[in-house]
């Protein structure tokens, strides 16, 4: 049966900003059905507040509305577009909760919008939990003993029955935000105040604890005759207790009979019929007792996920491309398996190989936060990696991260700790209690003599994978002998199995105690001909021939499949571009975005494009983007293997973030053909000496600065430059360990914290400008040639890190003069730098001086953002400019003044590590941003909170309590405030002021001076907005609570002055005007 | 060591024996204890494409049969410690306690590629280091092919006997068709039958006499059963005479249910013809639709002869199909009582879906017609 005919256009739903636990497989899966669905003829109309997406390019859908995904405003896109469908199950939790708020809202049924996917009760089935206990009930499957809460009261007297230690699950939230496991009476009182704090509908469940058991996932796919097949099995190497965002995972299930894995297979097909999913993809997740093998059903997501990503890039299956297809009218045997082409969407995919996902964690940036794995997700990103075993994929995974491993264990033989903590005792904590680095504390307590049975006992992790990693920590003593023999001891047979083991040549060097580079174990290796070989994903374990190069490298074998040997485009063609690998905290998304726009441009250029990259979320490593898709660590070793194989005519590094940039040298000097800008210049632009020395020539100003590589010369650059001052290590990305320091002993407690600086590796010590504006440029170039693609004003003042800052394009104060000014010298630089592709420099503005803060000759993270304030996609452009093209041929339009305001402002994952503080500062905390469109700055502004999750109010109550500084400057604001009629709140030294100028401020006591107190005020919720700006010196204690208060209450809380003024100017334009929504093909109508 | 000449070497386990065997590709993830098991694997050598095999280890419990029928066993990575509650020994003990050879450490994908692209041929397992390839190759080449032999013969019960257990392992699905309905007998002829094919019909409330594969259909209309039974085997259909003339008289007088060889042989009583396919079907993830509902299964499967659809004359009539190479895998007399499957629908391993065939059996039985 063909499509239906009755629909013509469909509304997409996005994911908004990436979160933790919503991270860029949205974009992924959007991309998939928006491309599935107007090859097939539909009119697609899409809303996301999030510009760094590729759905959101305006060639993606007919109409797209880059606006607050809230159901007020999709609402007003119903009434604007009439769709005559909408389809909520590929933008995560966000887009599916605001589908259901339409329908509660009668939205859907005034307009008469069909909800296509999943039906409101399906829905509703699946993500109430007692709805959801009773329907697996119904059908014969175990849930773990639970009951619900609306209330502290209820939630006690469901602990009578369930007794502790008791795991809380919040309703209605995504990653399992608030939930966690209680051992005690007060974690329990705190979890599920908090999980009723943040619940959509105040709900908890209290339920058994089952932690220990074995977790899976199967990946279900429906069609509407009800053919259900399984996509992928997923076994959690990480028991029961750990979120499985937090989990390491493996595909397919390795410790399963089929006995019990097709009474999975049942109790899944029979959950997604019950549920009532007509079409589409969902997850459902098990426990299983290792004990008994009782099968516990946790739950079940109508929806496609993060794991629906996982799954498609382990098995080569498209679950978002066919759920899109299906709902739509499809049915899975009419649809096509996009790798084989010969055989049909409607079967099993097969794997021959191992998949294992690693995640990544942020908790270097909150280092107050509990950095315990729990029921709630934590993790930023994830690797993947294939292997042909287990072991060959964790080592990949391992090195894949980017955390400083080179596989399981640097250092053959060694711990990974101190030596004296090498000893059962000291390890077992470690193991039972789950952190980012338990992985490190198996193989230590193996080194340590600890038994598979007391690792199993304290960790729980499955005796199967003890044993696969027992055999690497054997392998490392056989390693340690042979190079103790030198380099010749190394055979090519004994190569040969440590490769296939999954080492690292990285690995191997470092056997030879530091005597013997990365780079002569390479070449050793090859000189003896142990080389990788590709193998292809190809969902059937090879029963049918493949014609997606889909590839990952094994050392299994000598049967190569990359089939580049008899293709038709010389190898001249082939251009390498190094995605960003795992996401993190300054790395995400947005260089995603650059790698796909390089990746489309050099194919339009009819280039045979090949992408490397190990992330499995992103919408790079779908097959379709790129011709060749190399699932691999982006490491030396990795990256160079594929040059050797492939000989490509070009290797960009430049759109991968910090990730590729860190590599470029080693892979310039290793032979591997960098285009655009020169590995010598990235350096200029990162080495501190020959960078002042750079813009000293070209007349541009720093603020005065200094390097230090010992505690001394740090005190001696500092005092020269006078404090504060802003310092940092260099050589990396998101702001990392930056700090504002405003006396000498600050100076000496950041350098008791980061010891880490050399000769090498020094210290950067910066004048720290006060109160200055902070700008934001990115240009392109051709290496003659300049233009500006945008210019971006920063909200907050300069030292709040630019990742972490509010801006607007164009800038909304800056003068003309000033303006001008910047564009000039970025040009300047970009000339001198002699830059080919992109550069962001990032500059400050104090009165009417100039001042640069740094330049990065590459992709930066406001690319997509800016490409979408300004029509014009950079980063395609800049790709055709690395590859010979001039700025003239490629047609860039330099549009400095847009007519109409984006302000982009960014999101943060407070709410997910309980009691960190807000308080922003040059070390960038953001996960990801939105992007709010209006033609005036307050509108955008305005937008751009609310896309973020500050719902700005309309009346009541304002908190205000500002630093002594700020104290003259905030009477006009408030002043402002008070004339559209909020209520004014401060305590003493700020109401004081507000009196003094004749403003009307009810006074309320600090946290010490007795109660009710302004906290009391905040967790009452009888406050509508903070404004609150921190004394920089030392961070109050107040303060800090009210910030944190206001996270966990959903309070909007401005932190700086410049943010309160434009916050209050939103305000006014917003209450002046209810908001009103326009696509963005509209606003790049109005661009000629 | 292939018949084309190929050579690989690997690591030795399970039993120190050599082993010539007609090599095919099984992609099925879990199960192979099931299918070490499986007499229709006689004279074949399995290659299990999941590169891991034996981490959930072996248990009396998944026994398809009571021993194992297959010539060797390769695979990507044998597992040395198995990790899971119901397990009563490793996979290595387990085959050198039956007597079979295995390798690990071999490149399963190439051998896979190699079987797909140049179709089925014979291995030889050997741990002898000192032969020369050329000997190797002479050893594999004088091998008896698949085809030669009637395999049946070999794995055939030798006396009939009554099969009483339904679904015992607390790890089975429920059965196909509730019990309490009449009691009914069935002759079922053991060709290689999978013990989870017996337990299924028990499962359905059904008396099961398992008879061997030679036994006339006299002797079968002696019992006065309801219904018969053909099951699964290994080999040739073609080869099988004996059962395809019992097979002729029986689908006039009863109700008959085929599987597997049982479906070949059944397609060859209707007239048609059977074919050699390049590698078959093995493993647990084919498609199969219904040609009648428009559904789709997913099936367990283990074949490498078809039944040729051409070939079919007018009185059948093709049930299912295989969605991927549209070969037959169903069929049903157009006004007897008989049916018959490619797959198998009694899992083991593999997916459940197909269970309800069972009970379209019992409902045969009792007059309802298909």
Known sequence: MPRRQDLKSILILGSGPIVIGQACEFDYSGVQACKALRADGFRIVLINSNPATIMTDPEMADRTYIEPITADVVAKIIEQERPDAILPTLGGQTALNCAMQLHDMGVLEKFQVEMIGARPASIQKAEGRLEFRDAMEKIGLACARSRLAYSMDEARKALDEIGLPAVIRPGFTMGGSGGGIAYNLQEFEEICARGLQLSLNSEVLVEESIAGWKEYELEVVRDKNDNVIIVCSIENFDPMGVHTGDSITVAPAQTLSDREYQLMRDAAIACIREIGVDTGGSNVQFAINPKDGRMIVIEMNPRVSRSSALASKATGFPIAKIAAKLAVGYTLDELDNDITKTTKACFEPTIDYCVVKFPRWAFEKFPTADSVLTTQMKSVGEVMAIGRTFNEAMQKALRGLETGRNGFGNVPGMPHCKPEDCNAEAVRPHLATPRADRIDWVRTAMLAGMSNEEIHDTSRIDPWFLDQLRTLVAHEQAIVAACGKGMQALTAGFLRKTKQLGFSDRQIAAAFAGKVSEWTVREHRKKLGVVPVYKRVDTCAAEYPSHTPYLYSTYDGTEDEAGVDGMAGAPKQRVIVLGGGPNRIGQGIEFDYCCVHAALALRELGHETVMINSNPETVSTDFDTSDMLFFEPLTHEDVMNVVDRISPRGVIVQFGGQTPLNLARGLMEHGAPLVGTSVDSIDAAEDRALFSKLIEELGIDQPPNGMAASADQAIAAAERIGYPVLVRPSFVLGGRAMEVVYDRAGLHSYMERHRAFSQERPLLVDKFLDAAIEVDVDAIADGENVVIGGIMEHIEEAGIHSGDSSCSLPPYSLSDALRDEIAEKTRRLAKALKVIGLMNVQWAVRGTKVYILEANPRASRTVPFVSKAIGQPLAKMAARLMLGETLAQVGVVERLEPPFFSVKAPVFPFNKFHGVDTILGPEMKSTGEVMGVDARFGTAFAKAMVGAGNALPRDGKVFVSVRDEDKRLIVPLIDRLHALGFEIVATGGTARTLQTAGILVQRVMKIHEGRPHVLDLVVNREVRLIINTPSGRRERSDDRLIRSAAVNHRIPCITTLSAASATIQGMEAWLKKPLSVTPLQQYHGQLT | ?370
């Open chain 2, 1 to 370: 060591m292939l018949e084309d000449g190929t050579v690989l070497v690997g690591r030795g386990f399970g039993a120190a024996a050599d082993s010539v065997g007609e090599l095919v590709f099984n992609t099925s993830m879990t199960g192979y204890q099931e299918i070490l098991t499986d007499p229709s694997y006689r004279g074949q050598t399995v290659l299990l494409t999941q590169p891991h095999i034996g981490n959930y280890g072996v248990t009396q419990e998944d026994e398809e049969s009571p021993k194992l029928w297959l010539s060797g066993l390769v695979v990507r990575e044998a597992c040395e410690h198995a990790s899971n509650f119901r397990s009563a020994m490793e996979l290595s003990d387990y085959l050198a306690q039956h007597g079979v050879p295995g390798i690990d450490g071999v490149d399963t994908r190439m051998l896979t590629r190699a079987v797909r692209d140049r179709g089925e041929q014979r291995i030889l397992i050997t741990r002898d280091t000192t032969i020369s390839d050329a000997q190797l190759v002479d050893k594999v080449r004088k091998a008896p092919k698949v085809a030669d032999v009637d395999h049946v013969l070999k794995v055939t019960t030798q006396q009939p006997y009554e099969w009483k257990k339904g679904y015992e392992s607390p790890f089975s699905p429920p059965a196909p068709v509730k019990a309490g309905g009449k009691r009914r007998t069935i002759v079922a002829y053991d060709f290689g039958a999978k013990r989870n094919i017996l337990r299924s019909l028990a499962a359905c409330g059904l008396d099961v006499i398992v008879v061997p594969a030679t036994t006339p259909a006299a002797a079968v209309l002696e019992r006065k059963p309801d219904g018969v039974f053909l099951s699964n085997g290994p080999g040739d259909p073609a080869i099988c005479r004996y059962a395809i003339d019992a097979a002729k008289v029986l689908v006039k007088k009863l109700p008959v249910f085929g599987i597997c060889l049982g479906h070949q042989i059944l397609g060859h009583v209707f007239g048609g013809k059977t074919y050699k396919m390049k590698f078959g079907h093995h493993g647990g993830n084919q498609p199969v639709i219904d040609l009648t509902t428009g559904k789709v299964e997913i099936t367990s499967q283990n074949h490498s002869y078809a039944v040729d659809p051409q070939s079919l004359p007018d009185g059948a009539v093709m049930t299912h199909k295989n969605l991927n190479d549209n070969t037959c895998e169903g069929l049903r007399h157009k006004e007897l009582p008989v049916f018959s499957v490619q797959y198998h629908p009694e899992a083991a391993p593999g997916p459940h879906d197909a269970l309800y065939l069972f009970k379209r059996f019992v409902e045969l039985l009792d007059g309802v017609t298909v």
